[in-house]
């Protein structure tokens, strides 16, 4: 079978990739997706006043596994991500969470239905990466794939310098290994904590389809994926 096929299949509504099948598609494309169908998507300047308080928000902060099919507004797609990894300090780029050393090592990138893209934060606007619905190899369980959003956390090594007359290599590795788990983690939390204080659905995940979702956003050998983590409408 074609992988166009597979493509074409999912897009007529009659039936659901599986992962399994999605990674066959991939298989059979070379292990990339082109862009060239998107465009890149300027967001409305994030919404940065207002939300529940704090305490509140903790106590309502939770992981949700259900998700409601409809599409996120681009306002709505705005807000958590500069909540998660946004600029807050102009002067200098700094971000709404920290980060070992200041590396800003972290990319976020969002699959939706559309396509895949990298978010700016810069210039606030999503990416084009590639085109087509990959949401399912965002996460191995089956809700994954219906949620209207999934963020990928991608640390790029590159970013992460060590001086290493002051520690060893392996010193140096270890340190880069738990700063991107650590930093992706703050990242998530900030999410997780604009979600609660919206109303809106989110989960985190560790179990990815690492290998082909790598592919199809054309990560380098210095890039690797750490976590991903739906965001969506609660499913009534």
């Known amino acids: 079978m074609r992988a166009c096929t597979l493509m074409e299949k999912r897009k007529k509504g009659r039936g659901r990739s599986s992962p399994a099948l999605v990674l066959l598609a991939l298989t059979l494309l070379g292990g990339t ?18 939300g529940k308080p704090l305490m509140e928000v903790l106590s309502l902060r939770a992981t949700d596994r259900a998700f409601a099919a409809d599409e996120l507004s681009a306002q709505t797609l705005s807000n958590p991500l500069w909540a998660a990894w946004g600029i807050n300090r102009p002067k200098g780029a700094l971000r709404t969470a920290p ?17 895949a893209y990298i978010y700016d934060a810069l210039t606030i606007t999503l990416k084009p990466v590639a085109a087509g619905d990959y949401r ?9 794939k219906d949620a209207p959003v999934s963020l990928v956390y991608v640390a790029d090594a590159a970013r992460m310098k060590v001086n290493i007359s002051d520690t060893t290599m392996k010193a140096a590795m270890a340190l880069k290994e738990s700063c991107k ?11 997780y904590l604009y979600a609660a204080s919206e109303g809106l659905a989110t989960g985190v995940r560790a179990l ?24 969506g409408f609660p499913k009534k």
């Not at 997706?33 to 940065?48: D, G, R, V, Y």
């Not at 972290?106 to 396509?115: A, K, L």
């Not at 788990?181 to 999410?191: G, Q, R, Y």
């Open 99 to 115: 980060s070992a050393m200041d590396w800003q090592e972290i990319d976020v990138y969002v699959v939706m239905s559309s396509g």
């Open 136 to 144: 399912a190899l965002t996460g191995v369980q089956d809700f994954v």
């Open 208 to 231: 990815i389809h690492r290998p082909a979702l790598s592919r199809l956003l054309k990560l380098n050998p210095e890039q690797s994926i750490t976590l991903a983590q739906c965001v």
């Open 33 to 50: 997706a082109i862009a060239q169908e998107l465009k890149q998507i300027a967001l409305p300047a994030p919404q940065t006043h207002g």
């Open 181 to 191: 788990w650590a930093d992706s983690a703050v990242i998530s939390e900030n999410a």
